[in-house]
C-alpha cells in the first residue's frame, strides 16, 4: 500500500513539473511572437516614414520600447514643414498636460500652466525657464489656475484661480517673481483674465456670471454682471479708447473698463455654439463639427465661414498682424487660413490626439497643446512649405 501512495505522489508532482513547464513555454512562444509582432510594426512604420505613420504607431505606443525614437523621428518630418521645438515637460509626470499657454508681448516666452504653478519656456529651444525658489509660488493649497495674462508691456503676468469656496486674482512681477498684489473674488471662481492693452495696471476678469476690473497698483475693484458669459477681451472702441468686452451665446456687451458700465450691446446672428473670443478681441468664433464661423466684433458682420476640417473644430487662434486664422481639431490637425481665401494656406497631421488649446504670437509663431505635447510653429514657414503643393497633397 505505501509502495503505491509513493506512486502515485511521485506521479502527481511529475505532472504538476511537466504542466507548469508547458505553461512557462506558451508564455514564452506568446511573449516572443508579441515581441516579434511589435518589432515588425516599428519596422513597418520606419520604412514608410511619414508623419502619419508615426502618429499612428504613438496612439498606442504607452511607454512603448520605440516610443522616444517615433516622437525623434516625427519631429524631423515636422520640423522643415514649421515645426521649431516641442516645450519641456520633464518636470512634469508621464503625458502630464501644459495648459493655458499665452505668449509674452515680444514673443520669445511662452507662459503656461504646468504643474504647481506658472511656468515659462523659451520658444526657440524648448527649454523651461529657471526661476528662483519662493518665487511664483504663492498659490494657495487647494487652489488652481484657470486662467494665464501676460501685460502687454511684458512687466507682468496675471491669474486667475478657482478654489473650494470662492477664486483669486494674483499679479506678479515677471522679472523678479515677487507677488505684486491679490484679490478674492467672494463664492466665485475667476475663469478668465486679460489684461488692457496699455500697461500692466488694469486686469479684466471673468467668473461665469459676474465680471469686472482690478488695479492691482490701487486696490480698485469693480464689478457687474453678464449672466452666462465664458470668454472676454479687450477692444479698442471707435474713439480710440479700451472696452472690456465679454461674450455670452449670441450676446456680446462692451463695458467701459473705468466705471464698468456698460457701454453697448450687439446680438451675433449664428445658430452655433460660441468657440471663443480671440485674444486680441476682433473675432468671436463660433463652431459646430468641422464648420467655424468667425464674426467681427466690431461691426458685428460675418467675416468668413471656414469648413472641410478633418474633425470637429476645438481651438482657434488669430496671428495679429496678418490676421491669419490657426484652427486645430479633435483629429489632431493644424489648418492655417487666410479668410480672404476660399483654401486653407496649410494644414499639417500635429498631434497624436485633439489639440485642444492653441494661441498666436505677434511674431508669426503659434503653440499647439495637445495630451502628447506642446510644440512651437513657425506660421509663415508652416504657409511656404506647403504653397505650391496639389490641394490633395496638403
Known amino acids: 500500500m505505501n509502495a503505491l501512495l509513493s506512486f502515485i505522489e511521485k506521479l502527481l508532482v511529475g505532472i504538476f513539473i511537466l504542466g507548469f513547464g508547458v505553461l512557462i513555454v506558451i508564455g514564452l512562444i506568446r ?10 510594426s516599428w519596422r513597418h512604420v520606419k520604412k514608410q516614414n511619414t508623419i502619419e505613420a508615426y502618429l499612428d504607431f504613438l496612439r498606442d505606443c504607452q511607454s512603448c520600447p520605440h516610443e522616444e525614437e517615433a516622437g525623434a523621428a516625427l519631429d524631423e518630418l515636422q520640423r522643415p514643414l514649421g ?10 509626470g508621464v503625458r502630464a498636460s501644459i495648459g493655458l499657454p499665452v505668449f509674452s508681448p515680444d514673443g520669445r516666452t511662452v507662459l503656461a500652466f504646468g ?12 527649454a523651461r525657464l529657471p526661476y528662483l525658489e519662493n518665487t511664483f509660488n504663492n498659490i494657495r493649497r487647494g487652489s488652481l489656475i484657470e486662467a494665464l495674462a501676460y501685460a502687454a508691456d511684458g512687466k507682468r503676468i496675471a491669474a ?16 523678479t517673481g515677487e507677488l505684486v498684489a491679490e484679490h478674492l473674488i467672494d463664492g466665485y471662481d475667476a475663469h478668465a483674465v486679460a489684461f488692457a492693452p496699455q500697461g500692466s495696471s488694469l486686469l479684466g476678469w471673468l467668473a461665469h456670471g459676474p465680471l469686472g476690473i482690478w488695479e492691482p497698483d490701487t486696490g480698485k475693484f469693480l464689478r457687474a454682471t453678464h449672466e452666462g458669459a465664458s470668454t472676454l477681451a479687450f477692444i479698442r472702441g471707435e474713439d480710440g479708447r479700451s472696452l472690456l468686452l465679454s461674450a455670452a451665446g449670441r450676446d456680446l456687451w462692451y463695458w467701459d473698463p473705468g466705471s464698468m458700465e456698460l457701454h453697448r450691446q450687439a446680438v451675433i446672428n449664428s445658430d452655433r455654439p460660441l468657440l471663443g473670443l480671440s485674444q486680441d478681441g476682433r473675432l468671436i468664433a463660433y463652431s459646430e463639427g468641422p464648420v467655424i464661423e468667425l464674426w467681427s466684433t466690431r461691426t458685428g458682420a460675418i467675416v468668413a465661414t471656414l469648413s472641410g476640417h478633418d474633425g470637429d473644430v476645438m481651438s482657434f487662434c488669430r496671428e495679429p498682424k496678418k490676421g491669419w486664422i490657426a484652427i486645430g481639431t479633435t ?24 489639440i485642444q488649446q492653441l494661441a498666436c504670437s505677434a511674431r508669426g509663431r503659434m503653440v499647439s497643446i495637445g495630451w502628447d505635447s506642446a510644440k512651437v510653429w513657425d506660421l509663415e514657414k508652416l504657409r511656404k512649405a506647403q504653397a505650391g503643393k496639389p490641394k490633395a497633397e496638403q
Request: zero cysteines.
Open 115 to 126: 504643474g504647481e504653478g506658472p511656468d515659462f519656456w523659451d520658444v526657440n529651444t524648448g
Open 83 to 92: 515645426l521649431v521645438v516641442r516645450l519641456d515637460r520633464g518636470h512634469l
Open 31 to 40: 511573449y516572443n511572437s508579441g515581441d516579434s509582432d511589435e518589432s515588425g
Open 331 to 354: 483629429a489632431g490637425t493644424v489648418y492655417l487660413w487666410d479668410t480672404a481665401v476660399a483654401d486653407p494656406l496649410a494644414r499639417i497631421s500635429a498631434h497624436e490626439g485633439p
Open 160 to 175: 486667475g484661480l478657482s478654489g473650494a469656496e470662492n477664486g483669486r486674482l494674483m499679479v506678479w512681477d515677471r522679472q
